[in-house]
């Protein structure tokens, strides 16, 4: 079937379901929703048999509707209606959510149901259960609502009224700020994380504080810690600890209000948000071994089961600056001291890894010194992992990856993805030639061909293409809670088998052979000249788009490699932009 996926923009979701609608056989185009770009006049150029909206933050026109069946996915169950939904559903404590596809039509949210599928809501943020929880609902929903609408024989349901008494419809307004207000001396530690989570990444919750509005991003309990209700307590690796009225939280990240006539803000990390503000605060160290009886919070922990060592890491949106690359490779170091035969690097849940951190560059004083700085402790990481030869080490990619974070977890011995990640093994989007080792990671695992072609066409992948493809070595079925236990069971028997132990063995022979043949100093020395030419020119594309990836702003058109009939026009299949 031909698909044209419509949306506000190329997101993870809508990239889950452009990858998975072509894993199954379908054509699969996508068209932005841009203001002066007339919708109506898009889909009749591409002449899809299906539309599908995966997220969408405007209403399709009826002069499209009317003419093509079109498909909206909403983040809700079946009966749920407004454009807050996920929002409410965590800030009011909901255990259990769904996604519903239906049929867009003249009122929003109030078409008929083609597939509707439940998934539990874990205490996470909400852009980590729309990435996991509710991106696996949303899919099963899609897969089963184009296969009913293929079969020309199903007849969707009604919602409301007589034709559902047993699911009444709610409908619920845009939660705005006045609703997600923290009331730091009335408000527990209980609540005040659900307002945090269920803003998350966005729009954040307002907030004053140090005499100054700003949004408040993430949030995760201490329990150790105690002060006046809305007083900063202490620092932790660029976030802010905050006291609730009976406890405190944890904020990794702040974006500054944008002011009339400024420019956009964006989410920094907490201290660096707030610079000469803060007071002088004490930094209290990240516990060094996972504990799960202690409510703290960390973004890098380790931890051992028997002969397996588990480093898990997570960054906020999966951005690793400079500082978080240095400390996560010393925590590897520190894990390579310990006497264990697997070593499993990944968090439990959410992002792998999406490279440098483009918003601590865009907000350097010197933003090619942070670029250089920045890739340069990304490589030093990577390169600790290809010369381990002491041990297996293993990439558990829980959720998401791209462009560095693909080529770091691709360092490893093997590969493991849960079921639903999506990867995008490539630079060009952001005008970069890349580092990270990708000129040895890459073709020794897929084939030169095909590491040009991805790095070419520049789409995302399944986690099931990406085993396909050889890009991974084991593809996890589980939910996102589930995947933390597994690979723990299966790291315990990777670390138990027979072959393990000659397979480390022979690491040191196989690093040898390729020391001498081609020493991946020289991969590195020639991906760093091409990153180095890219950072210090100013009128090199990087530096605009990373200003627009950053500042969020939007694109003037749809990406030519997203839309088919462009790129024949354009020849980007075939040669690249």
Known sequence: MHILLVASAFNSLTQRVHAELRDQGHTVAVELALRDRPLPEAVRRHAPQLVLAPMLKTAIP????????????HPGPFGDRGPSSLDWAIQEGADRWGVTVLQAGEEMDAGDVWASVACPVPPVGKSDLYRNEIADAALSAVLLAVERFASGTYTPRKQGGAHAPDTPVRIRPYLDQSVRRIDWDADCTR?????????????????????????????????????????????????????????????????RRRGPGQPPTFKLPAVLALGDR??????????????????????????????????????PGGAMSTTQCRRLLDAYRE???????????????????????????EAAEDPAAESWANINAIDDLVEAILTTTDRLVVSAVAGNAAAGGVM????????????????????RLMGLYGSEYWTYTLPRRVGAVTAERLLREALPMSAGSARDLGLVDRVVECGPQDFAAEVGRLAARLA????????????????????????????????????????????????????AFVRKDRPACTPPHLDLAAAARTGWGRTGP
Not at 196 to 201: E, M, N, T, V
Not at 280 to 296: F, G, V, Y
Not at 497 to 522: F, N, T, V
């Open 496 to 547: 138990s088998l027979p072959g393990s132990l000659p397979r480390i063995a022979a690491k040191k022979a196989e690093l040898d052979r390729q020391e001498s043949s081609e020493p991946l100093a020289a991969f590195r020395e020639r991906e760093l000249a091409r990153m180095r030419r890219t950072f210090d020119d100013p009128d090199a594309p990087f530096h605009a788009l990373r200003r």
């Open 191 to 255: 609540t005040v994380l659900a307002k945090l989570r269920a803003a998350d990444s966005q729009p954040g919750v307002l907030d004053v504080l140090l005499g100054a509005e700003w949004y408040l991003h993430g949030g995760h309990p201490e329990a150790g810690l105690r002060g006046v209700p809305g007083e900063l307590l202490a620092t932790r690796t660029g976030a802010v600890c905050r006291a609730t009225k009976d406890g405190a939280v944890w904020i990794p990240e702040l974006r």
């Open 62 to 73: 009826r002069e499209v509707w009317a003419a093509y069946p079109c498909f909206i996915v």
């Open 335 to 361: 894990a390579c001291a310990r006497p264990t035969s697997v070593l499993v690097l990944g968090g439990q849940r959410d992002f792998f890894s999406n490279g440098i951190h483009l918003n601590v560059i």
């Open 408 to 427: 770091l977890a691709l360092a490893a011995d093997e590969v493991w993805c849960r079921t639903g990640c999506v990867l995008n093994p490539h630079y």
């Open 278 to 315: 803060l007071p002088p605060l004490p930094e209290i160290a990240a516990p060094h071994s996972a504990d799960p009886r202690r409510r703290t919070w960390t973004d890098i922990a380790y931890r051992e089961e028997g002969g397996v060592g588990f480093l898990s890491f997570s960054f």
